[in-house]
């Protein structure tokens, strides 16, 4: 059963557009997310991250956002530009173990010039 | 600055053959790790190491071993091949906890297939 879910395998977005990106997560006990982005044929490669004492965080375009009572975290990138086009991993860990940080299945994002 | 680095880059493999997958590192980080990435299921942990001499398993260490040579280089084996282990491996590593904010930093992979 994943822990950390991504319900959306793929989004596409008009370039200039707002891109939401989506996130659940089941286990409690995680207080740290992550999000990373991956080109083809490249390694994944991070991008943004928020502690569960904040709500949000927001880092040039991209700023993410922690509903803790729902389990839920979004990333939203204003505007979205070509480059933007890779998949998504949301990745989140507990404090009884930060070395295994759990991955989801990713999004996979086009922006359509 | 090479990062993190992997080879080889893509391999077939026979059912039954072994192989290793090497990994180094150069950023000096205490924590390296080995993944799999499958359509649909993200990055699975197989191996972890929290620090040179020491591994643990993830959530999928089930026909793979791991040797952490020294802090640089993590490898991983697979001893006898099967083709539920065609996938892509990744190599990762990162300063401890929460100093590093559990920022990895991947290699670019290792595409593998199993005939």
């Known amino acids: 059963d994943q822990q950390v879910k991504q319900n959306s395998p793929s989004l596409s977005v008009q370039e200039g557009r707002i891109s939401i990106l989506n996130c659940d997560y089941t286990n409690s006990m995680f207080d740290y997310f992550l999000w990373y982005k991956k080109y083809p044929a490249e390694g994944p490669t991070f991008l943004i991250s928020i502690s569960s004492i904040k709500d949000k965080n927001e880092d040039g375009r991209f700023t993410v956002f922690l509903n803790k009572s729902a389990k839920h975290l979004s990333l939203h990138i204003v505007p979205s530009q070509p480059g933007d086009s890779a998949v998504y991993f949301c990745?989140?860990?507990?404090?009884?173990?930060?070395?295994?940080?759990?991955f989801g299945p990713g999004t996979s994002l086009s922006v359509i010039p | 600055n090479a990062g993190v680095t992997q080879t080889p880059k893509f391999q077939v493999l026979k059912t039954g053959q072994s192989m290793t997958l090497q990994c180094a590192q150069d950023m000096n980080h205490n924590s390296m790790y080995w993944y799999r990435q499958d359509p649909g299921m993200g990055l699975r942990l197989i191996y972890y190491s929290a620090s040179e001499g020491t591994t643990d398993k993830g959530e999928v260490p089930n026909g793979y071993n791991v040797s952490r040579l020294n802090k640089r280089e993590f490898s991983l084996r697979l001893e006898s091949a099967a083709p539920s282990q065609t996938s892509v491996y990744f190599c990762?590593?990162?300063?401890?906890?929460?100093?590093?904010?559990?920022?990895?930093?991947f290699g670019a992979g290792t595409r593998l297939s199993v005939l």
């Open positions: 990745a989140a860990s507990a404090p009884t173990s930060y070395d295994k940080v759990i």
């Open positions: 990762a590593s990162s300063l401890p906890g929460l100093l590093a904010k559990n920022i990895q930093y």
